[in-house]
């Protein structure tokens, strides 16, 4: 990239978002483009695709965010030649940026183009992330689980290892910029540096690509992942593998892998943050008398002691049966409710009855009480 093509370019536009956006707006507007522009999505988004990747690669740096907006801001309206047009005032960008006797700006645009001046406008750059969806059981999240993901997304070309050249040969140092990846071009009374067009701003020229990635040092791969997902993960959560994503271009770190969770619902169990929750019928008998009950867990059956009297709806902890969290696994919150039965048989009716009779309390006294 040329130091022109870092002024005009607005990377603000390419996302969709306002120049004083926050960075979750930043990550949620690019994640949204990079999957509708995925090459894997998307065939024809490539080159949109790469551009989302850019922008996000420098306003998610508050770093290069600062320094693009710095840069932006003095060169927004491109550069002026001092008392006006005619004057035949001519000078390169270029040298602005840290060009002669590395005075300038270089460091405003350092940290973008991966040193300063025209001799690396064209530096590694990391590869972009990669997005995945894997769906879980519920036992599974709480566990934690090693799964299998296959993958189709870009990597390092296996037949040139990422050289862009056929087997055999290597790149050679383009002869037109002597390496450098950008020339100077005058119009006008300026001066600007732009890339390279004979090695289109890589500074190598490959004479003989490779056969199967056409010298772009990347290829489409089927690659299968082992992917260790942690116990207690919970719908929607999104587990990063650095550098197990698209490769960098130009010897750059490869991105990361980033892989969306899905959670299947349990015909049983329910979930509050690190607890697991319970609802348990109970006969009417078991909650005016009191009982020992057994109750399923995510391991072993355990046993749990309802106190004479126990009222619909009353909730019990059981202490470390939940999700494992980060200091301490979660409980298990079980909720008793009081089955009424839709038939008795005539021993059962009777024995009501009976009951009925003998029970002194009336349970709605206090509102008859208010009534009158």
Same mark, same amino acid.
């Given at each position: 990239?040329?130091?022109?093509?870092?002024?005009?370019?607005?990377?603000?536009?390419?996302?969709?978002?306002?120049?004083?956006?926050?960075?979750?707006?930043?990550?949620?507007?690019?994640?949204?483009?990079?999957?509708?522009?995925?090459?894997?999505?998307?065939?024809?988004?490539?080159?949109?695709?790469?551009?989302?990747?850019?922008?996000?690669?420098?306003?998610?740096?508050?770093?290069?965010?600062?320094?693009?907006?710095?840069?932006?801001?003095?060169?927004?309206?491109?550069?002026?030649?001092?008392?006006?047009?005619?004057?035949?005032f001519s000078f390169?960008?270029?040298?602005?940026?840290?060009?002669?006797?590395?005075?300038?700006?270089?460091?405003?645009?350092?940290?973008?183009?991966?040193?300063?001046?025209?001799?690396?406008?064209?530096?590694?750059?990391?590869?972009?992330?990669?997005?995945?969806?894997?769906?879980?059981?519920?036992?599974?999240?709480?566990?934690?689980?090693?799964?299998?993901?296959?993958?189709s997304t870009p990597?390092?070309?296996?037949?040139?290892?990422? /050289? =862009?050249?056929?087997?055999? %040969? +290597?790149?050679?140092?383009? !002869? &037109?910029?002597?390496? #450098? @990846? *950008?020339?100077?071009?005058?119009?006008?009374?300026?001066?600007?540096?732009?890339?390279?067009?004979?090695?289109?701003?890589?500074?190598?020229?490959?004479?003989?690509?490779?056969?199967?990635? /056409? =010298?772009?040092?990347?290829? %489409? +791969?089927?690659?299968?992942? !082992? &992917?260790?997902?942690? #116990? @207690? *993960?919970?719908?929607?959560?999104?587990?990063?593998?650095?550098?197990?994503?698209?490769?960098?271009?130009?010897?750059?770190?490869?991105?990361?892998?980033?892989?969306?969770?899905?959670?299947?619902?349990?015909?049983?169990?329910?979930?509050?943050?690190?607890?697991? !929750?319970?609802?348990?019928?109970?006969?009417?008998?078991?909650?005016?008398?009191?009982?020992?009950?057994?109750?399923?867990?995510?391991?072993?059956?355990?046993?749990?002691?309802?106190?004479?009297?126990?009222?619909?709806?009353?909730?019990?902890?059981?202490?470390?049966?939940?999700?494992?969290?980060?200091?301490?696994?979660?409980?298990?919150?079980?909720?008793?409710?009081?089955?009424?039965?839709?038939?008795?048989?005539?021993?059962?009716?009777?024995?009501?009855?009976?009951?009925?009779?003998?029970?002194?309390?009336?349970?709605?006294?206090?509102?008859?009480e208010v009534a009158?």
């Open positions: 990239m040329s130091a022109r093509d870092f002024v005009e370019k607005d990377y603000y536009a390419a996302l969709g978002v306002p120049k004083d956006a926050k960075a979750a707006d930043i990550k949620k507007a690019y994640r949204k483009l990079a999957a509708e522009l995925h090459p894997d999505r998307n065939p024809g988004g490539e080159e949109r695709f790469k551009e989302v990747s850019e922008a996000y690669d420098v306003l998610s740096d508050d770093t290069k965010r600062r320094e693009y907006d710095e840069a932006r801001s003095l060169f927004g309206r491109g550069p002026r030649a001092p008392g006006g047009g005619g004057s035949g390169d960008l270029g040298d602005l940026l840290g060009g002669a006797g590395g005075n300038g700006l270089g460091d405003v645009f350092g940290g973008l183009f991966g040193g300063g001046g025209r001799q690396q406008a064209r530096g590694p750059r990391r590869g972009a992330d990669v997005e995945a969806e894997v769906t879980l059981s519920f036992a599974d999240a709480v566990r934690g689980v090693t799964v299998p993901l296959r993958l990597a390092t070309c296996d037949t040139c290892a990422g /050289s =862009g050249a056929a087997p055999g %040969t +290597s790149p050679t140092v383009c !002869t &037109v910029c002597s390496g #450098a @990846g *950008v020339t100077s071009r005058n119009q006008g009374g300026f001066a600007f540096a732009e890339p390279c067009t004979a090695c289109r701003g890589s500074g190598r020229v490959i004479s003989t690509p490779c056969p199967r990635c /056409s =010298g772009t040092g990347t290829a %489409t +791969s089927e690659r299968t992942l !082992t &992917v260790r997902v942690p #116990a @207690g *993960v919970s719908e929607g959560q999104r587990i990063r593998l650095a550098g197990r994503g698209s490769p960098g271009e130009r010897g750059g770190p490869a991105g990361d892998l980033l892989v969306l969770v899905h959670v299947t619902p349990h015909p049983v169990f329910g979930r509050k943050g690190d607890h697991l !929750t319970l609802t348990v019928p109970v006969t009417f008998a078991e909650a005016a008398l009191g009982a020992d009950i057994s109750l399923p867990t995510l391991d072993a059956p355990v046993t749990l002691r309802l106190p004479p009297g126990t009222a619909n709806g009353r909730t019990f902890r059981v202490k470390g049966r939940g999700v494992p969290g980060k200091t301490a696994t979660g409980d298990l919150l079980v909720t008793v409710e009081v089955a009424v039965p839709q038939k008795l048989s005539g021993k059962a009716r009777e024995a009501l009855e009976a009951y009925a009779a003998a029970a002194p309390d009336d349970p709605r006294e206090h509102l008859r009158s």
